[in-house]
């Protein structure tokens, strides 16, 4: 049967029912008793093969052993997890592709939910109250909508993107009442074959003819591939101005502002994505991350606190936001004796005891949060508490038959921290030879101690710095500090980059007046660098850039 030559309203109802008839479905309600009728309105409709689940953990049990074709799922669940974090986590885990067809239904209407589910994409969404018929008439456009389309989805699940790329332009050229859709699936077709001239022209003729929103978000996407930041910012910028409701509009304007190193603009467009749809984990990290590469400790903590939140029953849940939560508060309470540092110390210590009770069946995670937990006692300047930690989380440490990286990296910092500087870049060098060919955990080896480990670490440094000071020696120091500070985002432990950050900082300061951003800078930069001892070859430096912010920022000494 060409389900395509028929629209929904030709199809006769025992056309519908032999769709049904094929159909192994799943109904996901807390409640037996709208589980039951959701069973009954199915079987009416045609269905034979009916499951139910009750809770999150049932879904996705059943998604795991079994594959079905359409899931009805509620969004509100109760305790656990709720509709959208069941579809992402199906999706994530791959136990539900796109060749099948996932309906949220639900009561609720908060734009937090809305946004937050939609932004998961769902094949349709359907809302409370609904009668047999409304349900009937909505399922049925989408199964069959679904159908027509279950060719390419076939394909692209499989990974053959060409052949779907083919079968979407066989569906344009016979005039298929979805073309409409089988256009928007090919310019991602384009973009995924990294055919972005192709995808270019298609975004270009359909928005010749009307402005759809995905068409200029499609095409705000290939301008940013293309390196055409100018046109992407535009397109996205109109997108937003029609409406700030288009999350990916957000996220793919900072990834423009990412690409301009402009580090400040990209923290901006992504706090205003997580203001539209506020439930995103990935979200929350990075806008954590770029907080921390623009030096707002604030946003940080709090992008690392919701990480936490949101990534409760949530697939992306991670132990790692409670230790990022936990360490960047034993940073900025140093040398802070106000109710606010104790306010949020006892967080701290807070979120690392909830951390060692989810994850209490993993050793690892009992070990780095002893690790952390001394990095804490540290900031709060409790010496003689990180000290009697020490001997423990030694002890621990060595009883891990194997530490994960991520153990042993906290290990690294917390010798760091304790001024076991050698011990520490021990520990980072053999890590950086097993790790060799990682970028990413050769990166968090490079930020730990004073100085990078990696040979690239120490080759980027190197330039960095002494583009900086090139822009010092000329008097451009505004411009030197933003050299200094691109290269503490990678770099943040660096003594001479933090130094150098803190000359750029007073010589304009002499120049230009007070600025209160610059003292923001200067406190953390000495936070970094911690004690320079006498031993130390920066040690004359540091004493006498020390001697000079009394003068110009003795609010920092």
Same mark, same amino acid.
């Given at each position: 049967?060409?389900?395509?030559?028929? @629209?929904?309203?030709?199809?006769?109802?025992?056309?519908?029912?032999?769709?049904?008839?094929?159909?192994?479905?799943?109904?996901?309600?807390?409640?037996?008793?709208?589980?039951?009728?959701?069973?009954?309105?199915? !079987?009416?409709?045609?269905?034979?093969?009916?499951?139910?689940?009750?809770?999150?953990?049932?879904?996705?049990?059943?998604?795991?052993?079994?594959?079905?074709?359409?899931?009805?799922?509620?969004?509100?669940?109760?305790?656990?997890?709720?509709?959208?974090?069941?579809?992402?986590?199906?999706?994530?885990?791959?136990?539900?592709?796109?060749?099948?067809?996932?309906?949220?239904?639900?009561?609720?209407? @908060?734009?937090?939910?809305?946004?937050?589910?939609?932004?998961?994409?769902?094949?349709?969404?359907?809302?409370?109250?609904?009668?047999?018929?409304?349900?009937?008439?909505?399922?049925?456009?989408?199964?069959?909508?679904?159908?027509?389309?279950?060719?390419?989805?076939?394909?692209?699940?499989?990974?053959?993107?060409?052949?779907?790329?083919?079968?979407?332009?066989?569906?344009?050229?016979?005039?298929?009442?979805?073309?409409?859709?089988?256009?928007?699936?090919?310019?991602?077709?384009?973009?995924?074959?990294?055919?972005?001239?192709?995808?270019?022209?298609?975004?270009?003729?359909?928005?010749?003819?009307?402005?759809?929103?995905?068409?200029?978000? *499609?095409?705000?996407?290939?301008?940013?591939?293309?390196?055409?930041?100018?046109?992407?910012?535009?397109?996205?910028?109109?997108?937003?101005?029609?409406?700030?409701?288009?999350?990916?509009?957000?996220?793919?304007?900072?990834?423009?502002?990412?690409?301009?190193?402009?580090?400040?603009?990209?923290?901006?467009?992504?706090?205003?994505?997580?203001?539209?749809?506020?439930?995103?984990?990935?979200?929350?990290?990075?806008?954590?991350?770029?907080?921390?590469?623009?030096?707002?400790?604030?946003?940080?903590?709090?992008?690392?606190?919701?990480?936490?939140?949101?990534?409760?029953?949530?697939?992306?849940?991670?132990?790692?936001?409670?230790?990022?939560?936990? !360490?960047?508060?034993?940073?900025?309470?140093?040398?802070?004796?106000?109710?606010?540092?104790?306010?949020?110390?006892?967080?701290?210590?807070?979120?690392?005891?909830?951390?060692?009770?989810?994850?209490?069946?993993?050793?690892?995670?009992?070990?780095?949060?002893?690790?952390?937990?001394?990095?804490?006692?540290?900031?709060?300047?409790?010496?003689?508490?990180?000290?009697?930690?020490?001997?423990?989380?030694?002890?621990?440490?060595?009883?891990?038959?194997?530490?994960?990286?991520?153990? @042993?990296?906290?290990?690294?910092?917390?010798?760091?921290?304790?001024?076991?500087?050698?011990?520490? !870049?021990?520990?980072?060098?053999?890590?950086?030879?097993?790790?060799?060919?990682?970028?990413?955990?050769?990166?968090?080896?490079?930020?730990?101690?004073?100085?990078?480990?990696?040979?690239?670490?120490?080759?980027?440094?190197?330039?960095?710095?002494?583009?900086?000071?090139?822009?010092?020696?000329?008097?451009?120091?505004?411009?030197?500090?933003?050299?200094?500070?691109?290269?503490?985002?990678?770099?943040?432990?660096?003594?001479?980059?933090?130094?150098?950050?803190?000359?750029?900082?007073?010589?304009?300061?002499?120049?230009? *007046?007070?600025?209160?951003?610059?003292?923001?800078?200067?406190?953390?930069?000495?936070?970094?660098?911690?004690?320079?001892?006498?031993?130390?070859?920066?040690?004359?430096?540091?004493?006498?850039?020390?001697?000079?912010?009394?003068?110009?920022?003795?609010?920092?000494?």
């Amino acid at each position: 049967m060409n389900l395509d030559l028929k @629209s929904e309203n030709e199809l006769r109802q025992i056309d519908i029912v032999k769709i049904y008839n094929n159909k192994k479905c799943l109904i996901v309600d807390d409640f037996p008793e709208i589980r039951g009728s959701l069973t009954r309105t199915l !079987r009416t409709f045609g269905v034979n093969s009916v499951d139910t689940a009750a809770n999150g953990e049932e879904a996705i049990r059943a998604c795991s052993f079994k594959k079905y074709d359409i899931v009805l799922c509620d969004y509100n669940l109760g305790a656990g997890k709720d509709g959208q974090q069941i579809l992402e986590e199906v999706r994530y885990l791959r136990v539900l592709l796109m060749t099948s067809l996932f309906v949220m239904i639900t009561g609720e209407s @908060s734009r937090e939910m809305v946004l937050g589910a939609l932004e998961c994409q769902p094949d349709d969404y359907i809302t409370k109250p609904y009668t047999q018929q409304s349900l009937r008439v909505r399922l049925n456009k989408a199964i069959v909508r679904h159908e027509t389309l279950l060719p390419i989805k076939k394909f692209i699940s499989d990974g053959d993107y060409r052949a779907a790329l083919d079968t979407c332009n066989q569906m344009i050229a016979d005039n298929s009442r979805y073309a409409g859709d089988c256009l928007k699936i090919k310019g991602q077709l384009h973009f995924l074959l990294k055919q972005l001239k192709e995808a270019q022209k298609l975004y270009e003729s359909v928005l010749g003819k009307k402005p759809l929103v995905w068409a200029k978000l *499609g095409m705000g996407k290939t301008q940013l591939a293309l390196g055409n930041y100018d046109s992407a910012e535009e397109i996205l910028n109109s997108i937003i101005e029609e409406d700030e409701r288009y999350v990916e509009a957000h996220d793919l304007l900072a990834e423009v502002h990412k690409e301009r190193k402009d580090f400040a603009a990209a923290q901006r467009a992504t706090e205003n994505a997580t203001r539209v749809s506020p439930k995103s984990v990935l979200r929350h990290r990075q806008l954590a991350e770029l907080a921390e590469q623009n030096n707002d400790d604030e946003i940080a903590l709090k992008s690392h606190q919701n990480a936490i939140r949101w990534g409760f029953n949530s697939c992306h849940e991670s132990e790692q936001d409670y230790f990022n939560y936990a !360490r960047k508060v034993s940073e900025v309470v140093q040398g802070d004796n106000s109710n606010n540092a104790k306010t949020l110390t006892r967080q701290g210590h807070n979120f690392l005891d909830r951390a060692r009770k989810r994850f209490a069946d993993r050793p690892e995670i009992a070990v780095q949060a002893q690790l952390v937990e001394i990095q804490l006692h540290l900031g709060s300047g409790e010496q003689k508490k990180a000290e009697a930690a020490v001997e423990k989380a030694r002890e621990m440490y060595n009883d891990l038959a194997t530490p994960p990286v991520e153990t @042993s990296l906290e290990m690294a910092r917390t010798l760091h921290a304790m001024n076991n500087e050698d011990e520490a !870049r021990e520990l980072l060098t053999q890590l950086a030879a097993r790790h060799e060919n990682d970028p990413d955990i050769l990166q968090m080896i490079d930020g730990i101690t004073g100085e990078p480990i990696s040979d690239k670490g120490k080759v980027v440094a190197t330039k960095l710095t002494k583009a900086g000071i090139e822009h010092y020696e000329t008097k451009n120091f505004a411009e030197a500090i933003d050299v200094f500070l691109e290269a503490l985002a990678n770099y943040p432990k660096h003594i001479g980059l933090n130094l150098n950050l803190i000359q750029a900082i007073l010589a304009d300061t002499e120049a230009n *007046g007070f600025s209160e951003r610059y003292e923001k800078l200067c406190r953390r930069s000495l936070r970094a660098v911690g004690t320079v001892g006498p031993e130390h070859k920066q040690h004359k430096r540091y004493a006498f850039l020390y001697r000079q912010l009394g003068k110009h920022y003795p609010n920092v000494t």
